[in-house]
């Protein structure tokens, strides 16, 4: 447990400019503190004291203000970045080195019954205000960007962006950490769209004005 915990501390230096020591991290930073409360009710959940998980994982709740339900599944050196407002669902799964911002949901669409949360592969990231909402997958190493609502499957190394969110880059190489992603320098597939249709507006608006200045135009009520 204890190489665990140093293993977690080590990620957060890794990953956060502003993380002076590991004392300070283990001190001070509430999604350390969210981590271990989940692995003290994630074990009571394991062994069926199912009140008492629900209890530590409440207080977690209103210690931290990130929500993770005792039967979600954590992977090693699990980061959150200021954390609040996380919400991550029973039968989620988060692999190893994933990377989550504020604001985040892991969540069901609230039809399904069994497995119900995504799966979250290894060295993801996942930018604030992100939801991820069903049973699918995001494969390894893929980036959600910030706000971007994602209902179906991720594939690995892929960038996925917008509402609903959508593919806009599968990288042909890996990276080993995530956070060397830069989450908002991606392009919006749904602006593309309207920006090209405002063009195709634009285009058949000076058509038809020139039809009308030409003469050539005359309006139903007219003839």
């Known amino acids: 447990m204890f190489h665990s915990l140093m293993e977690t501390l080590e990620a957060y230096?890794?990953?956060?400019?502003?993380?002076?020591?590991?004392?300070?991290?283990?001190?001070?930073?509430?999604?350390?503190?969210?981590?271990?409360?989940?692995?003290?009710?994630?074990?009571?959940?394991?062994?069926?004291?199912?009140?008492?998980?629900?209890?530590?994982?409440?207080?977690?709740?209103?210690?931290?203000?990130?929500?993770?339900?005792?039967?979600?599944?954590?992977?090693?050196?699990?980061?959150?970045?200021?954390?609040?407002?996380i919400v991550i669902g029973e039968t989620a799964e988060v692999g190893d080195d994933v990377l989550l911002y504020h604001g985040v949901t892991l969540g069901g669409t609230g039809k399904d019954q069994g497995k119900r949360h995504p799966t979250i592969g290894n060295n993801v990231l996942i930018g604030c205000g992100a939801k991820i909402l069903g049973p699918f997958k995001v494969g390894d190493g893929a980036r959600i960007a910030a706000n971007s609502v994602v209902l179906s499957e991720v594939p690995e190394d892929a960038t996925a962006v917008g509402i609903p969110a959508q593919i806009v880059r599968i990288a042909g190489?890996?990276?080993?950490?995530?956070?060397?992603?830069?989450?908002?320098?991606?392009?919006?597939?749904?602006?593309?769209?309207?920006?090209?249709?405002?063009?195709?507006?634009?285009?058949?608006?000076?058509?038809?004005?020139?039809?009308?200045?030409?003469?050539?135009?005359?309006p139903k009520n007219m003839r």
């Open 13 to 85: 230096q890794r990953r956060d400019p502003a993380a002076r020591s590991k004392l300070e991290i283990f001190l001070l930073y509430q999604g350390v503190h969210a981590t271990l409360y989940h692995r003290l009710a994630h074990w009571l959940y394991c062994h069926n004291w199912k009140f008492l998980a629900r209890f530590v994982s409440q207080w977690n709740r209103f210690w931290t203000g990130i929500e993770i339900h005792p039967g979600a599944k954590i992977g090693r050196r699990f980061v959150i970045d200021h954390g609040m407002g």
């Open 173 to 218: 190489r890996t990276t080993h950490y995530a956070d060397d992603v830069d989450q908002t320098s991606v392009e919006n597939p749904v602006e593309e769209r309207l920006e090209a249709l405002s063009a195709r507006l634009e285009l058949v608006e000076r058509l038809l004005d020139e039809q009308y200045k030409n003469g050539n135009f005359v």
